[in-house]
């Protein structure tokens, strides 16, 4: 028996955003799907690690940094969220 729970991505992307703009003072309207997310936040290299830590602490998941290699835009920073939170559920 399991206890699986899909967490739907208009939820998650909600979640995602809220702690960006609390996280990295940005304006949410800033924040769109295809917006660069590096220059959007002006992210240097102590903010990929405040990001990772966020991120870590909101969706309790381990992030490693090659997995922001592929990352550019919000929308892929959304579906690699999406996609970590709802497969480590699948396997817990």
């Known amino acids: 028996m399991s206890n699986l729970t899909h967490i739907p991505a208009e ?3 909600k979640k995602i955003n809220t702690f ?3 996280e990295f003072e940005v304006d949410e309207s800033k924040i769109t799907p295809g917006g ?3 220059e959007v936040l002006e ?3 102590l903010d990929y690690i405040d990001l990772v830590v966020v991120i870590e602490s909101n969706f309790a998941f381990k992030v ?4 922001f290699a592929d990352i550019q835009t919000f929308q892929d920073f959304y579906n690699y969220i999406i996609s970590r939170v709802n497969n480590s559920k ?3």
């Not at 490693?64 to 997995?67: M, N, R, S, Y």
């Open 43 to 45: 992210l240097d290299s």
């Open 11 to 13: 939820e998650i992307i």
């Open 36 to 38: 660069k997310l590096k």
């Open 90 to 92: 699948a396997v817990a």
């Open 20 to 22: 960006l703009v609390e």
């Open 64 to 67: 490693k940094p090659e997995d």
